[in-house]
Nanobody, 121 residues
Framework: QVQVVESGGGLVQPGGSLSLSCSAS????????MGWYRQPPGKQRELVAG???????NFMNSVKGRFSISRDLAGKTMHLQMKDLKLDDSDVYYC???????????????WGQGTQVTVSA
């Protein structure tokens, strides 16, 4: 099994910065993609930022230029740096990992429990 755990988050004023981290552990052969999602009220969960095993990144339009994403060399820890935070960035942020537990095995999605980010004056 694979466990995904988020850390960071909290309360910040508009224009402030915050960092989130996500660590995957367990029986991991390879993590292909890691990403951060959020789910605004009444909407589907949406991708905020993602990063592949070879370092390619993508961001939702509203966070481009404000958020950055990185992974450590082992590929099991991911960081999201958030700057110039806006009220609309408030949400629960979920870490997601697409991983294989063995060579040739299926690629499965794994989710963390989520961490709250609140942007408020």
């Amino acid at each position: 099994q694979v466990q995904v755990v988020e850390s960071g988050g909290g309360l910040v004023q508009p224009g402030g910065s915050l960092s989130l981290s996500c660590s995957a552990s367990g029986n991991i052969f390879l993590i292909h993609v890691m990403g951060w999602y959020r789910q605004p009220p009444g909407k589907q969960r949406e991708l905020v930022a993602g990063i592949t095993s070879d370092g390619n990144t993508n961001f939702m339009n509203s966070v481009k230029g404000r958020f950055s994403i990185s992974r450590d060399l082992a590929g099991k820890t991911m960081h999201l740096q958030m700057k110039d935070l806006k009220l609309d960035d408030s949400d629960v942020y979920y870490c997601h990992a697409l991983a294989q537990t063995r060579r040739g095995g299926r690629t499965e999605p794994y989710w963390g429990q989520g961490t709250q980010v609140t942007v408020s004056a």
